[in-house]
């Protein structure tokens, strides 16, 4: 390129990228509104909406105009609003650097909020699965998300801990009722609170057992598990390291 070809910048750097015009003030200069505009959609193809057809028979009138599109047979009552158009892919949640396998996780909400817990894998919804243990600090198997959690520098090898296939997002969805018409279950009598299942109470110290030999381990680390976190008058958050 000769040196008459190379164009001047048309806004000049007060400072490293800070520019003395703004990006509309310099698109103006080069006009960019002047030029052609050019689509490379291609334009639709209008289909009409009766295409005429030869009947038999002469009473019929030999030619008949159809509806390309066939029209619904069924017409709600009321009028039902359209969802509307959604573009988004739901992807895999990106976990965490500070959040792997055998991590201490500090809880920062729910039943269960300022106890420490021992992250064990991500599951395919994006949430984290968990566990007290149970044995320790009564936090059973559960999913949080990675937003209401902090990442410890603690970790534990959680190598030889063996976490079942059953447990998943599934695992942790709740039984749905059956309906029923009885008089006393309408007004609310006679229900029944749902306990935790033998099989996943059972699922639960398995879990647990392994994960028990591998904190022992570790010098203090079941009293760390057992202790709570929380904030006290004068602490610094910002400072802190976990």
Request: glycine fraction near 8%; hydrophobic fraction near 35%.
């Amino acid at each position: 390129m000769s040196p008459s070809d190379k164009k001047m910048a048309r806004s000049k750097h007060l400072a490293p990228h800070i520019g003395h015009l703004s990006r509309s003030q310099v698109a103006a200069k080069r006009g960019l509104h002047k030029g052609k505009k050019t689509s490379t959609v291609p334009p639709k193809t209008e289909t009409p909406a009766t295409v005429e057809k030869t009947v038999g028979g002469k009473a019929n009138g030999e030619k008949r105009l159809v509806p390309t599109t066939k029209a619904s047979k069924y017409y709600p009552a009321e009028d039902v609003r359209k969802p509307k158009l959604s573009r988004k892919t739901n992807g895999k949640t990106a976990l965490r650097a500070s959040i792997t396998p055998g991590t201490i996780l500090i809880l920062l909400a729910g039943r269960h909020s300022g106890k420490r817990v021992v992250f064990l894998k991500q599951l395919d919804s994006g949430l984290l699965l968990v566990t007290g243990p149970f044995k320790l600090n009564g936090v059973p198997l559960r999913r949080v998300s990675q937003a209401y959690v902090i990442a410890t520098s603690t970790r534990v090898d959680i190598a030889g801990v063996s976490i079942p296939e059953s447990i998943n997002d599934a695992y942790f969805a709740k039984a749905k009722a059956a309906k029923s018409t009885k008089e006393g279950e309408f007004f609310g009598e006679g229900k029944e609170s749902q306990g935790v299942s033998d099989e996943k109470k059972s699922e639960q110290k398995a879990v647990d057992a392994s994960l028990l030999t591998a904190i022992k381990k570790v010098d203090k680390l079941a009293q760390y598990l057992k202790t709570t976190w929380g904030l006290s008058k004068n602490d610094k958050f910002h400072k802190m390291k976990f």
